[in-house]
Nanobody, 114 residues
Framework: QVQLVESGGGLVQAGGSLRLSCAAS????????MGWYRQAPGKQRELVAT???????TYADSVSGRFTISRDNAKNTVSLQMNSLKPEDTAVYYCDAQTIYDYWGQGTQVTVSS
């Protein structure tokens, strides 16, 4: 069992920054990949960024150059630094942890106003 808790969401103006954090607990020894996904109203959940235990990173094209994912394996946390935010970044952001199963946090709302 893995539990994930996201924090850091909120309301920001376009061009602003926000930092999301995700803390993992439980069977953390089994976690391989972690990442961030987002879901806007009426849209399917989409990948934002992923990072493996070894530090291999993948970004969605829409956020590349603006967002930075990082991971602290010792603290069992993963963060997403979001800069130059755009209204189209508005979504619920979910933390993901992959073992032989896939675990999700409850989500944190990010709203970017114009």
């Amino acid at each position: 069992q893995v539990q994930l808790v996201e924090s850091g969401g909120g309301l920001v103006q376009a061009g602003g920054s926000l930092r999301l954090s995700c803390a993992a607990s439980g069977s953390i020894f089994s976690i391989n990949d972690m990442g961030w996904y987002r879901q806007a109203p009426g849209k399917q959940r989409e990948l934002v960024a992923t990072i493996t235990r070894g530090g291999r990173i993948t970004y969605a094209d829409s956020v590349s150059g603006r967002f930075t994912i990082s991971r602290d394996n010792a603290k069992n946390t993963v963060s997403l630094q979001m800069n130059s935010l755009k209204p189209e970044d508005t979504a619920v952001y979910y933390c993901d942890a992959q073992t032989i199963y896939d675990y999700w946090g409850q989500g944190t709302q990010v709203t970017v106003s114009s």
